[in-house]
């Protein structure tokens, strides 16, 4: 009963591409702020909320865009 996210990924494939940005993104307000929001995905996950997870992804992903 793994819920996915319409591109098919599942919440630890998603993740592990948001991890990978972070990781080549540089220092800044910005990281700071994904970090945030990536930690808060983890805290989903572990609870397997994935739909809190995927939004907290996102928000991650777009606050190093």
């Not at 591109?7 to 307000?29: L, R, Y």
């Not at 945030?36 to 939004?55: G, I, L, R, V």
């Amino acid at each position: 009963m793994k819920e996915q996210q319409s591109s098919g990924q599942s919440a630890a494939e998603k993740m592990k591409t948001v991890k990978a940005a972070w990781d080549k993104a540089p220092s800044g307000p910005k990281k700071e702020a994904a970090l945030k929001h990536y930690q808060a995905a983890e805290t989903a996950h572990k609870a397997k909320n994935d739909p809190d997870c995927f939004k907290s992804l996102d928000a991650a992903t777009k606050a190093l865009n």
